[in-house]
């Protein structure tokens, strides 16, 4: 039951739309403290919700649940969509496993237990490119580039599939990189931790390079996922050369033009004999980056052994270009 003062804020928040906690206070005239019990109360309740964090945080009232069909969803496809779906909504919120797909579905005027079957059999398409956890993208880069200087290119997952667009892992490390949000790139750090060691381990990595973003920003998500992964072995230095105008690799739309960038623009300084090395990028697209960097690795003179690549994420076609990250 509402205590009086709950009301109150309902009500207001029913005139006004959307309120602070410090308009509440000189609406109500009662302290802050008590303002937040309440408050907590609601949201709590599912009364009201919130978006924000403090010191700006808006409040307002939580829409009434549309009245639905009854669904039943088969344990095994609910599981599927709880451990693997996610959707960042365009308020900022995430919304997880049958929770998302639900929104997702309502956004998109779907019924949901259909398309709850529909998404499982697309997940298991591209699942079947996942061996230990791990998606082989090698034919890709080689059916793109005439000589290839990798010798084996892996992705964490698929950035996106058919349909249902970005995949969990890629909602995370677009708005991780895009936001430079340090608790998202930390969370997108502890998925890839465990299975970045785990690789290390499998292929006898000796030294590893993180590469370079080519865009400026406060916060750089690969320095920040080389902190947070804290891996105990020697790092390669590599390079993004400064230019008089920088061009994010993610605005050239040709292969040839990626390749250029990539060759031209990046130095790689290695020093010391090395063998199995695996290079981590975010994404890929193309795989000219990653190319070049193994090829300028390879010009040294001194390497001896495999180069691995490593992507958070990756296309799944042969040249494309994921042009958000």
Known sequence: MKTDTSKRIVEYIKVNRQVTAKELVEYLSISPQAVFKQLNKLVGGNIIDKIGKPPTVIYFLKKEKEEEEEIEIPSDILKIINNNYLIITPTGEKKEGIEGFSYWCRKNNLPIEKT??????????????????????????????????????????????????????????????????????????????????????????????????????????????????????????????????????????????????????????????????????????????????????RQGNIFKGKIYGLAITGSFKGFDVISEV
């Open 116 to 297: 709850a079957k529909e998404y499982e059999k697309t997940f298991r398409k591209y699942a079947k490119y996942k061996k230990a956890g791990f998606i082989d993208g090698s034919y890709k880069i080689k059916n793109t580039f005439d000589k290839t200087y990798i010798d084996k290119l892996f992705y964490i997952d698929f950035y996106s599939i058919e349909r249902f667009g970005k995949t969990k892992l890629g909602w995370l490390l677009l708005y991780a990189k895009q936001s430079q949000d340090k608790q998202l790139i930390k969370e997108v750090s502890n998925i890839l931790k465990e299975k970045i060691i785990k690789f290390i381990n499998k292929h006898s990595i000796k030294a590893v390079g993180f590469i370079p973003p080519t865009v400026k920003r406060e916060t750089q998500i690969m320095n920040e996922l080389e902190k947070n992964l804290n891996i105990n072995l020697p790092i390669i230095n590599i390079q993004k050369i400064k230019t008089p105008v920088i061009i994010p690799q993610k605005t050239l739309n040709k292969l040839k033009d990626r390749v250029e960038n990539a060759g031209k623009t990046f130095f790689v300084e290695n020093k010391e004999t090395n063998y199995n090395i695996l290079l981590i990028d975010d994404a890929v697209g193309s795989g000219a980056t990653i190319n070049e960097t193994a090829k300028k690795i």
